[in-house]
């Protein structure tokens, strides 16, 4: 059977005898077909040591010199792109056009990540004081890691690593244990666009390898990508442990439905919103909040139908709409929160239990349910399904509408269905969540400006990618100068009187 090894120092790495392995499934079939090497604190002290002394070097690279390495990246992987999303659909379960997505939207750091030399430009103040200049620039801050989520294996890898490493940084990823060949791969080609060893390294694991990094000393920086109790566990840890941490955490996102909206095009939003990649997208809508009851009648009616044509099939059929769930335990704790919506008196008007793929029985298949008449009591609201679950969540009126995303635990993303600017207006200045979007069902930022949530969808300050990854990524120096006029090193031996000639012709421009 195929072993999925770290990239340690440019190597391909087993780790240490008697190393533990952990099950890389097909969810199209439910087969292993893959393990993947457990790694240690031994595993972890060799790649740290690699990119202590790969990383200095790095950083001294003029910042054009590290773009060029990125810009070449890109084009490898554009070649490649076919393989990956195969390699992804097949460890993920996600459709092939999905996978691409995924690929391309990590792409798009890269491409803003190739404007590194000018996102690194500091600040100048000449002249704060009596020959007095200040000066601040961005250096790196040394070895970053980042720990990243099963839902999408290209993008946050790349969300990550692309800024991180632009910035002159050693990068060491741990991605998640589930579908962990597409991030090594994506390692592969990093240097093969000629990234020097160290700079970019795989180390695979589960807790063991995450609490390893949040504990290194070396390690200044820990980005994190996944559920939220993971998520805060890793913030305090980290924080605890004196580094900087940016831990993303899990969603809830809910779309309003005013009455005004265009239904037909909320319809035609939400099947791809909440049930593409079987809902397994930290931006997927899975509550929708229709304003009205003549609303909410309305969409409903016109939802049933549209549900019940969405093709569910293996992640190869070009006509699916969505694929399997990543493993069989997240099969059944989706098929549990429908059970549980159930149980606290939701009305389930589509259920997608029980529902079996003629010729891949055993694959992690779950049919499209949705809800109606769910409550901001219930627990199946309160908490994340993360499935092709959709809850109809019922507001009487506009204020209801804003308190329920508000009020959630999760601030991920929102959006809103309006034909009316002033209510979207209104609704995108009050609502307490990161990321809004205004007849945009999946308000995933590009890559140019930042992503995060708020509330429990994320702990720390700076967001992914944009300048916030740049800051993230980087420490800022400030220095302060003063060049006494007469300085000794230039007047020594100047009998000619030299020295004071070089001075002056130093002071004339700033002088004007
Ligand atoms: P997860 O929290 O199970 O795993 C994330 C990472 O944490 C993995 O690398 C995993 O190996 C590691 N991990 C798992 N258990 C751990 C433990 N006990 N201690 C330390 N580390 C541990 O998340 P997942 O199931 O892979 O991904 C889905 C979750 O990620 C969802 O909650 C989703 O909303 C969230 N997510 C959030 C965003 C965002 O930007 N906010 C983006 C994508 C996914």
């Known amino acids: 059977m195929r ?109 803003f990540a190739c404007g590194v030399p000018h996102l690194l430009k500091g600040d100048y103040t000449a002249g704060a004081g009596p020959g007095i200049d200040v000066y601040s620039m961005r250096t790196p801050v040394g ?50 666009a000629g990234l020097p060893d160290g700079i970019l390294q795989v180390v695979h694991g589960d807790k063991q390898m995450v609490d390893a990094i949040l504990d290194h000393p070396a390690i200044g920086a820990v980005s994190f990508v996944g559920s939220s109790d993971i998520a805060h566990y890793v913030y305090s840890r980290g924080v605890a442990a004196g580094k900087r941490v940016q831990a993303m955490g899990g969603a809830k996102n809910h779309g309003i439905v005013m009455p005004d909206a265009d239904l037909d095009q909320v319809v035609e939003d939400l099947a791809g919103a909440a049930f593409g990649s079987a809902g397994e997208r930290c931006m997927a809508l899975p509550v929708v909040v229709p304003v009205g009851d003549r609303t909410a009648d309305a969409l409903r009616e016109k939802l049933i139908p549209a549900i019940h044509a969405l093709r569910v099939g293996v992640s190869t059929d070009r006509q699916a709409q969505y694929g399997p769930v990543v493993n069989a335990a997240h099969k059944a704790r989706v098929e549990g929160w429908i059970q549980k919506g159930v149980d606290e008196g939701a009305e389930l008007v ?81 609502v307490n969540v990161g990321m809004v979007g205004i007849n945009v069902p999946i308000p995933v930022p590009v890559a140019y400006h930042s992503f995060g949530g708020w509330k429990r969808s994320g702990f720390g300050d700076h967001n992914q990618h944009g300048m916030d990854g740049v800051r993230f990524w980087t420490r800022v120096k400030t220095i302060t100068q003063r060049w006494p006029d007469g300085d000794a090193a230039l007047s020594h031996g100047s009998e000619d009187g030299a020295a004071a000639r070089v001075s002056d012709a130093f002071v004339i421009p700033t002088m004007g």
């Open 3 to 111: 072993t999925i090894d770290h990239l340690i120092a440019g190597e391909a790495s087993s780790g240490g005898g008697g190393a533990r392995s952990g099950d890389v499934f097909d969810p199209n079939t439910g087969q292993v077909q893959a393990r993947v090497t457990l790694g240690t604190q031994a595993d972890l002290d060799r790649a740290v040591a690699a990119a202590e002394a790969a990383q200095p070097g790095w950083a001294a690279t003029n910042p054009q010199r590290r773009a060029r390495v990125l810009f070449r990246f890109k084009e490898l992987v554009e070649a490649q792109m076919e393989p990956l999303a195969q390699l992804l659909s097949s460890e993920h379960g996600k459709v092939i056009a999905d996978s691409k997505g995924d690929i391309q939207r990590g792409l798009d750091v890269v491409e």
């Open 143 to 192: 070895i970053g890691a980042g720990i990243t989520p099963f839902n999408f294996p290209a993008m946050i890898p790349l969300w990550m690593s692309a800024v991180a490493i632009a910035c002159g940084n050693a990068f060491i990823l741990k991605p998640s244990e589930r579908d962990p060949s597409v991030p090594v791969r994506l390692a592969e080609l990093f240097r093969e």
């Open 350 to 430: 589509v259920d997608g239990r029980g529902f079996s793929l003629q010729g891949h029985e055993q694959g992690f298949f779950i049919g499209p349910s949705l809800f109606d008449r769910v409550t901001s009591a219930m627990e199946s609201y309160r908490e994340e399904i993360f499935g092709p679950v959709l809850q109809i969540v019922r507001a009487p009126d506009f204020e209801t509408a804003v308190r329920l995303p508000s009020e959630h635990q999760y601030g991920n993303g929102v959006a809103i269905f309006t034909r009316n600017g002033h209510a979207a207006r209104e609704f995108a200045a009050r």
